[in-house]
Structures are given as C-alpha cells and as structure tokens.
C-alpha cells in the first residue's frame, strides 16, 4: 500500500495551486485530477478575468500552465477517480477507481461544484457556444447582445441584474408565478428596465446554427392556455444552483445543507484533523477561479503547518 505525505484531490484552480505550494514546501504532494482535469473552468470558451492574462486566455492553457507550474517543484499529477474515503483514523485511507488503496498524513479536497444544468440535449449541443452556468465568468463576452437567465432565487437575479449593466436586455425564464427571490433582489430586479421577466415559463430547447441564437419556451406547461413562446437571444445562462462534489465524504466532514464542506473560520481545515477543503466543494458565496486559486494556497500553508506539529 502506498503512503502519501501529502494528498491533494481534484484538478481545478485551487487543486493546482495547491499542489505549488505544497511541492515547494517539500510536501512531495501527489494529486489526483479527478473525473475532469482542470475543473469545472472548462466548461467555459476564454478566462478574462484572472489576473495575469491581460489578453485572456483559454481555460485548456490555463490549466495546462498551472500544472506545468506545479510539475516543475516536483508535484507528482496523476488520472485517477478518489472513489472512497476513511477519515476515521490520523492516517487517512483512500481509495482511488475503487480499486487502488492509499494512505496518507494530509489530505487537500478540491473536488469543485458541478452547475446544475436542466437536462436538455441542446445544453450538451451548445455547450461553450452560448451556454453558461456564470455570469460573472462570460457575460462579458455578451456585451450590448441579449441573453437569457434561468432561475428565480436570489442568484438567478443577481446574474440578471450583472448581465444587465453589460447586455441590451436580459431575459428571466422563471417556472413559478413569482421570484423565490429576497425580497431587496426582486426590487432590484423590477427596477433595472432591461430585465424582463418571464413567469410561469419553461424551457424546452435551444436552437441556432453553430450557436445559440433563441430558446423555445412553453408558458403554462400542462394548464388549458399552454402555448410555446420563441425568444431570440445570443447567451443562455443557467443560475438554478451548485451541487458541491462532496458526497464521497459526507460520513466524515460536516456538510452544509446545500452539500458544501463547512471549514473553520477564515480557514480552510475542517472537522477533521488533517483533512482540508479548497475551492468550490467549500465555497457557497464567491465560485470563481482566482478565490479558488486562493484557498488551494491556503490549503497546503495549513497543511504544511499541520505536519509540521507533528
């Protein structure tokens, strides 16, 4: 069985830059890049807003950059799925394509959020070709176009309202009578003149050619006025949640109820002596690359710290 002095799970933004700073501190950290190396980053066409790329740059070459950094002070990168976990003792056991044991003193989950998507054919089809689950990540590439925001909660409306101080009109398909939203967000919402919203719809594809340019929608799905409304539009953005990826370790860490790691604090430690949570899987508020960057430096500062005491 092999022993890993430092273990870092998960390939995004704050898995890499974990995985620097734990090389450089002689960590000799192995990572596993999970289901999709680089994250959840690339689901999205260009980075422009992560400091260091004055002109942007692809998510691939982002990524591919931070791990060639991290390669470079000696982090071991390996494919590999972490299948399951054993937190119950001070060395951690787990298990990698649920074949694969390992143990190890210091483990950094970096396992990301997945964007809740509606499940319809055409969100695979356009997939980076007008398709989005953040606003603040693309909307710039939308600027003086429309586009459309799904959801009716307080992140479908803060998305709309971004959108609308860089689009001509926003959108809001909402499947309920009324916003789920704050009720200081829904004022906001009624007072920006370019977002309309869009009650009681339901979308049932996208359509272009090559990439988004409408949404057939149906109002009132299954009640006697039912009718299908077209809507043409440039982006479609879904703000209907996150699903952290932090099933694998619900028996261990405390998990919040919408399913994210709970850590200490200003802090990424959790519950569990050794064990440490980074990015998105423990992120609720911000979910963007550079805080996620962030906390995976802070992740291996306390991991380096934590072996250290021992």
């Known amino acids: 069985m092999e022993h890993i002095k430092?273990?870092?799970?998960?390939?995004?933004?704050?898995?890499?830059?974990?995985?620097?700073?734990?090389?450089?501190a002689n960590l000799s950290p192995v990572l596993y890049e999970g289901?999709?190396?680089?994250?959840?980053?690339m689901t999205t066409t260009e980075v422009e807003n992560f400091p260091g790329y004055p002109d942007?740059?692809?998510?691939?070459?982002?990524?591919?950059?931070?791990?060639r950094q991290a390669e470079r002070f000696g982090a071991e990168i390996r494919s590999g799925v972490v299948t399951k976990a054993d937190f119950s003792s001070p060395v951690k056991h787990v298990w990698v394509d649920d074949t694969t044991e390992l143990t190890a003193d210091a483990v950094i989950i970096a396992t990301g959020a997945s964007a809740k998507y509606l499940g319809l054919q055409s969100e695979k089809n356009y997939a980076g070709k007008g398709v989005s689950a953040c606003a603040t990540c693309d909307g710039f590439f939308y600027r003086k176009k429309t586009v459309a925001v799904v959801g009716g909660g307080?992140?479908?409306?803060?998305?709309?309202?971004?959108?609308?101080?860089?689009?001509q009109k926003v959108y809001m398909i909402v499947r309920k009578n009324y916003l789920r939203a704050s009720e200081i967000m829904q004022k906001r919402v009624e007072a920006?003149?370019?977002?309309?919203v869009l009650y009681e719809h339901n979308t049932l594809r996208l359509t272009g050619e090559g990439k988004?340019?409408?949404a057939d929608l149906v109002?009132?799905?299954?009640?006697?006025?039912?009718?299908?409304?077209h809507i043409a539009i440039d982006g479609f953005f879904l703000a209907i949640g996150h699903k952290p990826n932090s099933d694998l370790f619900r028996e261990w860490l405390d998990i919040d109820e919408t399913g994210y790691i709970v850590t200490e604090p200003d802090s990424t430690r959790t519950k569990?002596?050794?064990?440490?949570?980074?990015?998105?899987?423990?992120?609720?508020h911000f979910r963007q690359a550079i805080t996620a960057a962030a906390s995976g430096c802070k992740a291996a500062i306390e991991a380096e710290r934590y072996l250290a005491s021992k």
């Open 6 to 24: 430092c273990l870092i799970i998960g390939s995004g933004p704050a898995g890499y830059t974990a995985a620097i700073y734990a090389s450089r």
């Open 35 to 41: 289901l999709q190396a680089g994250g959840q980053l």
């Open 56 to 67: 942007g740059v692809e998510p691939f070459q982002m990524m591919d950059d931070m791990r």
């Open 154 to 167: 307080d992140t479908a409306c803060e998305e709309a309202i971004y959108l609308a101080g860089l689009c």
């Open 192 to 196: 920006t003149a370019n977002i309309e």
């Open 212 to 214: 988004v340019q409408g």
């Open 219 to 229: 109002f009132r799905k299954g009640q006697a006025d039912e009718k299908e409304v």
């Open 272 to 284: 569990v002596e050794g064990v440490f949570a980074a990015g998105d899987v423990a992120d609720p």
